[in-house]
């Protein structure tokens, strides 16, 4: 009977109830239907696109590194196109780096993003060991660079590229690490196939230099030997040469892994360290005038945010 009663009061209280204040209780009561923004998404969609475009470059940089090693070997400043490509790859993808660490939100959509470069970049490299353990490094990083990055910007009070540069040095040494073995596979690969320790083109050129100093020698002594004379000095000389590559080899072989392979590896990742100490400045310049860049689009904004912070204090 009670219940009867309460609710043909509600009713009667409906009834009685202003038309609008009827609306807004309908509207609350109604279902709620998630919206999606789409302009969100579009602008992350473009940003991972950004990314992926910086990291299919370093790919493909890292194949011609793979292919053509033997040209910078014998002659660097011939291959400055391809030395300059190498720089830039790792910049950009440094940059990029950045910019999708700190717009793109949440962290999950950017490790998916992380996951498909690595992917990449094994297809590029192809699938091996080596290949194998320089990915599940690069992933290692990512992972750690991203969650460093987000706790950083998400505990500034404003807006700074702090965070992004504190990561930026290991991410250029990662960076630079892949380049030097994507430089020492190829190295390897092709003693591989072509059953080589030392490559041949690099021994001849060696070897033409050594008889050449020593063709200049016999030429500036102040007694002029005979031809005999030239022709033994001369087949010493080669005969001397052949003997320190054989010995050159028989010490490389000793060791119970490809040395050269890591030697070389070792050179380039010296150099690119030396370089980018130079250089490391521009992935910041570019992350600021790409950022100003978003602001200015309206592509990106400054969001001001309230927090409610807990502290222990003495009562």
């Known amino acids: 009977m009670k ?3 309460e609710k ?8 009685e109830m202003p038309a609008n204040e009827k609306h807004s209780r309908a509207k609350e009561s109604a279902p709620k239907h998630i919206s999606l923004n789409w302009f969100y998404v579009i602008k992350t ?6 990314f992926l475009g910086a990291t299919i470059f370093f790919a493909y940089v890292c194949d011609r590194i793979q292919n053509e090693y033997l040209a910078l070997l014998m002659d660097p400043q011939a291959n400055l196109a391809l030395a300059i490509m190498i720089l830039a790859a790792i910049l950009a993808l440094c940059a990029a780096t950045g910019i999708l660490v700190a717009l ?12 498909t470069s690595a992917l990449l970049l094994v297809e590029i490299m192809g699938i091996s060991v080596s290949s194998l353990i320089i990915t599940a490094v690069y992933l290692l990083f990512a992972t750690t660079y991203s969650q460093s990055v987000t706790a950083k910007l998400g505990n500034q009070i404003k807006f700074t590229l702090h965070p992004l540069a504190d990561g930026q040095r290991l991410s250029l040494l990662v960076l630079v690490l892949i380049v030097s073995a994507a430089f020492g596979l190829g190295y390897y690969n092709d003693s591989v196939n072509r059953n080589f320790i030392i490559p041949p083109e690099i021994k001849t050129e ?3 230099s050594i008889i050449r100093q020593a063709a200049d020698g016999i030429d500036k ?12 000095a001369m087949a010493k000389a080669n005969e001397n040469v052949d003997k320190m590559w054989k010995s050159l080899e028989d010490q490389i072989m000793v060791a119970k892994f490809p040395l050269m392979p ?9 150099v690119l360290q030396i370089l980018m100490i130079f250089i490391s400045w521009v992935p910041l310049v570019l992350m600021q005038i790409i950022f100003s860049l978003l602001k200015v689009t309206r592509f990106s904004k400054i969001l001001t945010e309230t927090r409610e912070v807990e502290t222990l204090t003495l009562e």
């Not at 969609?45 to 950004?50: E, M």
């Not at 939100?105 to 993003?113: D, Y």
């Not at 002594?221 to 033994?232: A, L, R, V, Y």
């Open 8 to 15: 043909k009061e509600k009713t009667k209280q409906m009834h």
């Open 104 to 115: 793109v939100r949440p962290v999950w959509l950017g490790l998916i993003c992380f996951l």
């Open 221 to 232: 002594m102040e007694t002029k030997p005979s031809e005999e004379e030239i022709k033994i």
């Open 206 to 208: 060696v070897s033409k």
């Open 262 to 270: 890591v030697m070389m590896g070792s050179l380039l990742m010296t």
């Open 3 to 5: 219940s009867m009663k």
């Open 45 to 50: 969609v473009t940003i991972a696109l950004l």
